[in-house]
């Protein structure tokens, strides 16, 4: 006989295909994607990593999400779907619109403007929706199957978009030898036009969750302030401080010393792409099972140094070396994200109050947006300064940086366990 789902478990199932079709639009908008139809619009490689942190940058609107919650008649299912339509609409079109002005006989610097603007759009819209999701899809998983949960929604998501990554590097790779490289760009719109409609279809599935955080309402200054004042809370914050910085001073060049300074195919990257995403996919239950019956903080410890030395290692990359190196580093890069990827995204949950939840995740992610946009300024400076082998100096310092997240857990967070908050 066929199990009879409870809602729960619905929606639990439902949220897998929200993970699918929104890290599927997530890859197709960023990283060497994003890093290769900038550079084909003509884009600096500097313009080019700036560009390539404002998905994080625009974390910043994050702390808007409680007004969205607390102001209203709708339920925080009809307000987050909303919301959500503006930002699948305008991550639909983002690699349209650039044709169209070019069709009007636009600049290049008119469709830059045109791809920037339906980017910071749709990135807006993820910022504010994002933590509102999250606390939503944490509502609905009890913390005794969180961590097998979210690595089977991940291990999932991660491999069909694998394959959706691979065949549209190809796509690309075919059109630009053909002279037509913005074909190949459109036929990546399309599919990001299908993954938007999915994901609506899927969140309008999900049943929501009255919380006592969806109940309440209180000045806006006091509950943005509250996360901060928070004398455990706020130790969170300051370890994702160090970790987006870290991160970000180094991470958003990756894709653009491949595409201009090694000059690697599409279909070289995105198969690089995709093994990380295989190995990832194949670690990730490991990490989630060693959480469950250990820690996340031993998860974050051991996959996060696993990242920082990764990250320090693509400093060593040169055009003579990268048929060994980059395979090496981007498996080293899948097992680490396989780990940091839950554990990072869970941490802050295991403390954050349930009364102002939200909050405490908009404001984390709103400095970790500022945090990430003074990061890859930093990192663009310094390529200014040394050009395109400050790329690889900016990949040094990320990896060391990274690695004292490390320590942070072990020194700080872990002498934090017994206000860790429980369902």
Request: proline residues 2%.
């Amino acid at each position: 006989m066929n199990k009879i789902l409870t809602g729960q478990e619905r929606s639990r199932r439902y949220f897998i295909l929200e993970g699918i079709t929104g890290i599927g639009q997530f890859s197709l908008t960023t990283g060497n994607f994003l890093a290769g139809f900038i550079s084909f619009l003509g884009g600096s490689e500097t313009l080019n990593g700036r560009i390539g942190v404002i998905h994080v940058a625009m974390g910043i609107f994050q702390i808007f999400s409680t007004l969205i919650l607390s102001h209203g008649q709708r339920s925080r299912k009809e307000k987050v779907i909303g919301i959500a339509i503006i930002l699948r609409l305008f991550m639909s079109i983002a690699y349209f619109v650039p044709y169209i002005l070019m069709q009007l006989g636009a600049s290049d610097q008119v469709m830059m403007a045109g791809f920037i603007v339906c980017f910071v759009l749709a990135y807006i819209s993820n910022g504010i929706i994002s933590p509102i999701i999250s606390s939503w899809m944490i509502d609905l998983s009890p913390l005794h199957i969180r961590g097998k949960y979210l690595a089977y929604r991940e291990k999932l998501s991660l491999g069909i978009v694998a394959i959706c990554t691979i065949v549209l590097g190809r796509v690309l790779d075919y059109n630009k030898l053909l002279g037509q490289e913005f074909v190949g760009f459109l036929f990546l719109g399309g599919v990001l036009v299908v993954m938007g409609i999915l994901n609506i279809y899927a969140l309008i599935h999900i049943e929501d969750v009255v919380t006592e955080e969806t109940r309440k309402e209180s000045a806006f200054i006091k509950r943005l302030c509250a996360p901060i004042k928070d004398p455990v809370f706020s130790k969170i914050i300051l370890m994702y401080v160090i970790w987006n910085f870290g991160l970000f001073i180094g991470a958003p060049f990756m894709s653009v010393y491949m595409v201009d300074s090694l000059n690697l195919s599409y279909t070289y990257m995105m198969t690089m792409t995709v093994i990380t995403t295989v190995t990832r996919v194949a670690f990730t239950s490991w990490w989630g099972n060693l959480a469950d019956k250990k820690s996340w903080f031993l998860s974050g410890t051991i996959s996060v140094t696993i990242l920082g030395l990764a990250h320090f290692s693509w400093g060593f990359i040169t055009s003579a070396n990268y048929m060994f190196l980059i395979p090496l580093v981007h498996i080293a890069g899948g097992i680490a994200w396989a780990g940091a990827g839950i554990s990072l995204f869970n941490m802050q949950f295991l403390f954050a109050k349930q009364r102002i939840r939200t909050m405490s995740v908009s404001v984390n992610s709103a400095i970790g947006g500022l945090t990430s946009i003074i990061a890859v300024f930093v990192g663009s400076h310094i390529v200014d300064i040394v050009g395109q082998q400050g790329m690889r100096w900016t990949f040094f310092l990320s990896g060391l940086i990274i690695m004292l997240c490390p320590l942070y857990i072990q020194k700080i967070l872990t002498r934090l366990q017994t206000h860790i908050v429980h369902d």
